[in-house]
Every structure is written in structure tokens, then in C-alpha cells.
């Protein structure tokens, strides 16, 4: 039996969008738990929810847990020093007090990005390791979006990632992270480590499992394990995020450093071979509209959009209203789009009731390019408090409070408001209104893959468009400071630096 300090910190940031990320976003984000400490981690941990929860149901030892701190909070602008500085320091400051311990479990993102630290997670895992010393094996869970960078591969010794995007994986990962562990604790800490960067960019867009090239990929990583090795990981990299190690990696940890050497480079090998194969049609407001409206007419299902450029869950503003602009402007009928953040058009649908009218601006207020509020009269279907569980694979049953909440319609479309920020990756962000979604033509939602997960099964097709927003599908629209040059933008693109 081992004792073992486990804690969380994740934040995926999104470096080109206004607003930060400080320790109130922490503290009580409208989708997630907000702020847990000791034996809250266990409680709210014991069945299901993040890999922290396959973690402590994946091993088989009665081993001794010592929960420290665990926080999440919704994708958004650079964590502030404030809130980065008080949550590292408490998870520091609380490992300091469960000392002597034999082991660390970090359940981290991979892409967070501080006010000081562009390697959020690194400097952590430096102030884990100066903590525990140089015999403590450090597990780490990563999401999918990960930037992996040299001192996340030096300072852990096993990085077990997602294998899914959509996210649907996260149990098995924390399962997959204690068998890790559990072999570090007989075997010691693994000399073999290597890390190798892919030469371009990956747009979000592009880095579905649920197709190819990604599907394909993410098998073959899973099926070059060998016994020699602890971990081996493909993470396909957040693009928004600005660091000089930005983009997919190929990481590994073996007891060989032969091994580690052969793996990331066989899989490294492979997706350099289907650079060519990333791509997905993105399209304007307008065209996406017109082509959904063409497919609507003889589909059984809905046509559902990806507004992919506004994804809360890549730190988007949730207010853009490109594609509300669309819908009307094309005589939309029977669809829907959402969620827009506008508390004050929430409040106005509360104060003037079901089946009144309203003259307003909604969304828009976003100081970002192209982004313009849409002025119309809307009228009043539903309001309702903003509180809802979740039912989808991705969210896993959550509740979600995203404060007062209204179902207006202009025209032919609907459209969801909510006061908090919320990506439509869960059928409910619609359906708490009353919403059938079967029977719709169109639905057009915020998000950019995780919404694939739960409305796929219901959808006659599925694309993307690109509407003004904070989330760039292209990222060589970013105004990078720090990315390493030599980098090309998107595969087959042209390099930063020529």
C-alpha cells in the first residue's frame, strides 16, 4: 500500500480572446464544481466524473489517497497571476503538509497558458518534483488538446492522454493513469523519455477521432505500447494557445530509452505521412445557411452547424451573432441557434414574460473583429432559471447553472440565451427549453467537435462554418508572440517565420 497525494488544476486558454481567467472563474463556474478540497475530491469523485474518478476507482491496492485541491473552469483568456499563484500555492502548500507521500497524481488539461507562465502545467509539475524529490513517480492525465512541452515530459513519468474527441474517454483515462502508477510503485521511476513536435499546426477542426486521419492515429498510438512502456501519447495541441511549444507532440516514458526513442518516432512518422489528410469544409455564414436549407429539404434528420469560431470551450465569447444574421437573412425556418451569453436580453425576456415582444440588440458586445451586435424583434417562447443536468456522453450527467435563461424566436429561427457562457456540446442546452430537437431542420450550435458526440445520433449531417469569433478556426489569423518559428500554420500551410 502506497500513499498517494492526488490533485487537479485544468484550464484550456485561449490567448487571443479580451477577457482573463482569474480565480472567481475558479471559484464558481456555471458547468463544473468549482473549487474542491480534501475529502470533497473523493465524494464528488467516487463514481464517475473526470479522470480523476478512474484514478481512484482504476487500481486494485488499497492504496492510502491524500486529496489535495481540485479545480476546473470553463475555456477562457489567460489565467491571471492571481489565480494561478493561489490555486498552485495551495496545491503546493497543502502536498507540503500530507509529506512524506510516494507518489503524485496530477489530473491536468495540457493547455494552460498564466499571465506569467506560458507552460501553466510545467511550472507546476517544477513545483511538484521540487517538493517530492527525485524517487516520487508524478502520473499525469492530459486532455486531447494538450501542448506537451520538454518540462511536462521531464518532471512526470507517465502521461496518459485522451484518447477521444469528442471526450468521452476521460474514466478510462484516470483507469489507464493507475495502472501506470501502480507499475511505477514496483518499478521505480522510467529513465526513457522523448518528446517529438509535429512541424504544423492542427485547427481544432481537424482533430476529430470520430474520422480520419485522427481515428486512425489515435489507434495506432494505443496499439505501439509495448511492455516497456509506461505511456505513450499523441495529444493534437490547442492552436489558440501562445507558446513556443504549441501543436501536436508524440510523447512517451519507458523503462528503455530505445524504446521511448523508436515509439514517438514511429508515431510521429505516421502523422507526418497524413498531413495531407487533415481537412474539413469550413464555411461562411451564408453558404453554410444555403447549404443546410438545400439538405433540410429532402432529410428525414436535422442539418446541424458548428459555429465554430465563437466554442465556448475554446475560450470563445459565446455572444457572436454571425450566424443569427444568416438564418434570418436566408428565411431560415424551423431551426435554432445557440447558446448566446446576453444577461441583459435574459433579464429583459424574465421581465416581459412568455408570448410578449421585444425590440433589442443581442450578443455583440465582444471587442473582437468582425463581431457586430444583431438588432430585431424577438418574441418570448420560454424562460426559465438556467438550472439543468446534462444527459450527453460528454458532459456525463453534470448540472449545469448558467443563471436566467429565455427561448426567444424571430422569424423562423429560435434562439437560446443564457447569463453564462455555455458550449452547446449536450443536447439539454436545448432541450431545458422544451426543445424537440428531432423535430427541427436546423440546428446550429456553439461548439466545434463535443457537441459531435451527442447530436451525431440524431443529425442528418454535420459541418462547420465560420462566423466571426474568438476561437480562429485558421490560426494563422493569430497574433502569435511566442510560437517557435519554422512552424507551419495548418498542414500543408505556410511557415511562421518566411
Same mark, same amino acid.
Given at each position: 500500500m502506497a500513499r498517494i497525494a492526488i490533485a487537479g488544476f485544468m484550464h484550456e486558454t485561449n490567448c487571443f480572446v479580451p477577457d482573463t481567467t482569474d480565480f472567481e472563474n475558479f471559484a464558481n463556474p456555471p458547468d463544473r464544481s468549482g473549487i474542491l478540497r480534501g475529502e470533497e475530491i473523493l465524494e464528488t469523485f467516487a463514481e464517475k466524473g473526470a479522470s480523476t474518478a478512474g484514478f481512484l476507482n482504476g487500481s486494485e491496492n488499497n492504496h492510502e489517497i491524500a486529496p489535495l485541491l481540485w479545480t476546473s473552469t470553463t475555456p477562457g483568456g489567460y489565467v491571471t497571476k492571481n489565480a494561478y499563484e493561489r490555486i498552485a500555492g495551495e496545491i503546493i502548500a497543502r502536498l507540503s503538509e500530507e509529506l512524506p507521500v510516494? !507518489?503524485?497524481? /496530477?489530473?491536468? %488539461?495540457g493547455a494552460m497558458v498564466s499571465e506569467e507562465f506560458e507552460d501553466g502545467e510545467g511550472e507546476l509539475l517544477r513545483r511538484v518534483r521540487a517538493v517530492v524529490g527525485e524517487d516520487a513517480p508524478i502520473v499525469i492525465s492530459l486532455d486531447y488538446h494538450a501542448n506537451v512541452s520538454a518540462q511536462m515530459v521531464q518532471h512526470a513519468d507517465a502521461i496518459l492522454p485522451y484518447w477521444t474527441y469528442p471526450h468521452v474517454d476521460q &474514466?478510462?483515462? =484516470?483507469?489507464?493513469?493507475?495502472v501506470a502508477m501502480q507499475r511505477l510503485l514496483v518499478d521505480?521511476?522510467?529513465?526513457?523519455?522523448? /518528446?517529438r513536435h509535429l512541424p504544423f499546426l492542427l485547427p481544432l477542426n481537424f482533430q476529430c477521432t470520430l474520422v480520419e486521419p485522427s481515428k486512425g492515429i489515435v489507434e495506432a498510438a494505443a496499439a505501439r505500447l509495448s511492455d516497456d512502456m509506461l505511456s505513450l501519447a499523441y495529444l493534437a495541441g490547442f492552436p489558440p494557445g501562445d507558446l513556443r511549444e504549441c501543436g501536436p507532440t508524440v510523447s512517451a516514458h519507458a523503462y528503455s530509452q530505445e524504446e521511448a526513442d523508436a515509439a514517438v518516432d514511429e508515431?510521429?512518422?505516421?502523422? !507526418? /505521412?497524413?498531413? !495531407?489528410? &487533415?481537412?474539413?469544409?469550413l464555411l461562411p455564414p451564408d453558404d453554410a445557411v444555403k447549404e443546410a436549407i438545400r439538405i433540410a429539404a429532402g432529410a428525414a434528420k436535422p442539418v446541424v452547424i458548428a459555429d465554430t469560431q465563437d466554442n465556448p470551450g475554446c475560450g470563445g465569447t459565446a455572444d457572436t451573432v454571425g450566424m443569427l444574421e444568416a438564418l434570418v437573412q436566408n428565411n431560415a425556418q424551423n431551426a435554432i441557434f445557440g447558446v448566446v451569453k446576453d444577461s441583459d436580453v435574459a433579464a429583459m425576456a424574465h421581465e416581459a414574460g412568455v408570448g410578449a415582444e421585444f425590440e433589442t440588440d443581442l450578443g455583440g458586445q465582444a471587442d /473582437?473583429?468582425?463581431?457586430?451586435?444583431f438588432h430585431g424583434r424577438f418574441k418570448v417562447e420560454v424562460v426559465n432559471d438556467g438550472v439543468y443536468q446534462t444527459t450527453g456522453p460528454v458532459a456525463q450527467g453534470k448540472m449545469h447553472n448558467v443563471g436566467k435563461s429565455a427561448l426567444l424566436s424571430i422569424g423562423g429561427v429560435k434562439v437560446a440565451v443564457?447569463?453564462?457562457?455555455?458550449? !452547446? %456540446?449536450?443536447?439539454?442546452? &436545448?432541450?431545458? &427549453? #422544451?426543445?424537440?430537437?428531432q423535430d427541427l431542420d436546423i440546428i446550429v450550435v456553439k461548439s466545434t467537435a463535443h457537441y459531435r458526440a451527442h447530436f451525431d445520433p440524431i443529425a442528418e449531417t454535420t459541418f462547420a462554418a465560420i462566423a466571426p469569433g474568438g476561437h480562429g478556426a485558421n490560426p494563422v489569423d493569430f497574433a502569435y508572440q511566442k510560437?517557435?518559428? =519554422?512552424?507551419?500554420?495548418?498542414?500543408? #500551410?505556410?511557415?511562421?517565420?518566411?
Amino acid at each position: 500500500m502506497a500513499r498517494i497525494a492526488i490533485a487537479g488544476f485544468m484550464h484550456e486558454t485561449n490567448c487571443f480572446v479580451p477577457d482573463t481567467t482569474d480565480f472567481e472563474n475558479f471559484a464558481n463556474p456555471p458547468d463544473r464544481s468549482g473549487i474542491l478540497r480534501g475529502e470533497e475530491i473523493l465524494e464528488t469523485f467516487a463514481e464517475k466524473g473526470a479522470s480523476t474518478a478512474g484514478f481512484l476507482n482504476g487500481s486494485e491496492n488499497n492504496h492510502e489517497i491524500a486529496p489535495l485541491l481540485w479545480t476546473s473552469t470553463t475555456p477562457g483568456g489567460y489565467v491571471t497571476k492571481n489565480a494561478y499563484e493561489r490555486i498552485a500555492g495551495e496545491i503546493i502548500a497543502r502536498l507540503s503538509e500530507e509529506l512524506p507521500v510516494d !507518489a503524485v497524481y /496530477l489530473d491536468l %488539461h495540457g493547455a494552460m497558458v498564466s499571465e506569467e507562465f506560458e507552460d501553466g502545467e510545467g511550472e507546476l509539475l517544477r513545483r511538484v518534483r521540487a517538493v517530492v524529490g527525485e524517487d516520487a513517480p508524478i502520473v499525469i492525465s492530459l486532455d486531447y488538446h494538450a501542448n506537451v512541452s520538454a518540462q511536462m515530459v521531464q518532471h512526470a513519468d507517465a502521461i496518459l492522454p485522451y484518447w477521444t474527441y469528442p471526450h468521452v474517454d476521460q &474514466f478510462d483515462t =484516470g483507469k489507464r493513469a493507475a495502472v501506470a502508477m501502480q507499475r511505477l510503485l514496483v518499478d521505480g521511476r522510467p529513465k526513457g523519455r522523448a /518528446l517529438r513536435h509535429l512541424p504544423f499546426l492542427l485547427p481544432l477542426n481537424f482533430q476529430c477521432t470520430l474520422v480520419e486521419p485522427s481515428k486512425g492515429i489515435v489507434e495506432a498510438a494505443a496499439a505501439r505500447l509495448s511492455d516497456d512502456m509506461l505511456s505513450l501519447a499523441y495529444l493534437a495541441g490547442f492552436p489558440p494557445g501562445d507558446l513556443r511549444e504549441c501543436g501536436p507532440t508524440v510523447s512517451a516514458h519507458a523503462y528503455s530509452q530505445e524504446e521511448a526513442d523508436a515509439a514517438v518516432d514511429e508515431i510521429a512518422q505516421l502523422i !507526418a /505521412l497524413k498531413e !495531407a489528410e &487533415f481537412a474539413e469544409p469550413l464555411l461562411p455564414p451564408d453558404d453554410a445557411v444555403k447549404e443546410a436549407i438545400r439538405i433540410a429539404a429532402g432529410a428525414a434528420k436535422p442539418v446541424v452547424i458548428a459555429d465554430t469560431q465563437d466554442n465556448p470551450g475554446c475560450g470563445g465569447t459565446a455572444d457572436t451573432v454571425g450566424m443569427l444574421e444568416a438564418l434570418v437573412q436566408n428565411n431560415a425556418q424551423n431551426a435554432i441557434f445557440g447558446v448566446v451569453k446576453d444577461s441583459d436580453v435574459a433579464a429583459m425576456a424574465h421581465e416581459a414574460g412568455v408570448g410578449a415582444e421585444f425590440e433589442t440588440d443581442l450578443g455583440g458586445q465582444a471587442d /473582437l473583429p468582425g463581431v457586430i451586435p444583431f438588432h430585431g424583434r424577438f418574441k418570448v417562447e420560454v424562460v426559465n432559471d438556467g438550472v439543468y443536468q446534462t444527459t450527453g456522453p460528454v458532459a456525463q450527467g453534470k448540472m449545469h447553472n448558467v443563471g436566467k435563461s429565455a427561448l426567444l424566436s424571430i422569424g423562423g429561427v429560435k434562439v437560446a440565451v443564457a447569463s453564462e457562457r455555455v458550449q !452547446a %456540446h449536450d443536447r439539454s442546452v &436545448f432541450e431545458h &427549453f #422544451g426543445v424537440v430537437l428531432q423535430d427541427l431542420d436546423i440546428i446550429v450550435v456553439k461548439s466545434t467537435a463535443h457537441y459531435r458526440a451527442h447530436f451525431d445520433p440524431i443529425a442528418e449531417t454535420t459541418f462547420a462554418a465560420i462566423a466571426p469569433g474568438g476561437h480562429g478556426a485558421n490560426p494563422v489569423d493569430f497574433a502569435y508572440q511566442k510560437l517557435r518559428d =519554422g512552424v507551419r500554420y495548418y498542414p500543408l #500551410g505556410p511557415v511562421r517565420g518566411d
